[in-house]
């Protein structure tokens, strides 16, 4: 057979003898390990699938119970303000009727309180009855807080005035303590909500 220049002939028996020898050479098969690294990878990707969304549920739970918690510590304070606000005026107005009650049955008429008719001595008791359950929820609502000290004295320096004005030992006035009480309830009602506003930052 020529294969060309610069070759030279070749016989039949030569290229048979070859593809012989090549066609006895061994196959080579090399032992792998299974393919192990695909299913630990989809293991860990699920793993961390669902470990993502659980720290967002987690992060949230605390979240909202967080805002729940500040939620109830502003509905709280909220109470108990409008409840303060409630009882210093129901304090002032019985104060400011019971005075009023004074001035008309007793001091005008400079009689004593044993000498007025027995209606208007119930109607008085009534009303220094109404003072004292006032002034006493107060004084539970706010306990030793230093921040209301002047409320509470403010108060008990009404009901002394009006005690001594009913056992005609002075002549009282409240407009001046009804005037300090309102503004000292105003100033302790912002200083509650501020104190609300500072926790919660």
Request: one cysteine or more; a neutral charge; aromatic letters at 8%.
């Amino acid at each position: 057979m020529w294969q060309g220049i610069p070759f030279k002939r070749l016989s039949n028996e030569f290229l048979d003898s070859t593809n012989v020898v090549i066609s006895k050479i061994p196959h080579i098969v090399v032992d792998t390990s299974p393919d192990w690294l695909g299913p630990v990878l989809s293991v860990l990707g699920a793993m961390f699938g669902g470990a993502i969304p659980a720290y967002v549920a987690i992060r949230a739970i605390r979240a909202n119970k967080e805002q729940m918690l500040h939620q109830q510590m502003i509905i709280n304070r909220q109470a108990f303000i409008d409840e303060l606000r409630l009882r210093i005026s129901t304090f002032l107005a019985d104060a400011e009727n019971m005075i009023v009650v004074i001035n008309r049955e007793i001091t005008s008429t400079n009689k004593s309180f044993l000498l007025i008719p027995r209606e208007q001595q119930e109607g008085l008791l009534a009303l220094s009855h109404r003072l004292d359950i006032s002034s006493n929820y107060i004084e539970l609502m706010v306990g030793k807080n230093p921040r209301f000290k002047k409320i509470m004295e403010y108060i008990n320096a009404i009901a002394l005035g009006t005690a001594e004005l009913l056992s005609q030992k002075i002549l009282y006035k409240i407009d001046y303590h009804s005037s300090l009480l309102k503004q000292e309830t105003v100033k302790c009602i912002e200083e509650e909500w501020q104190s609300v506003i500072n926790t919660l930052n």
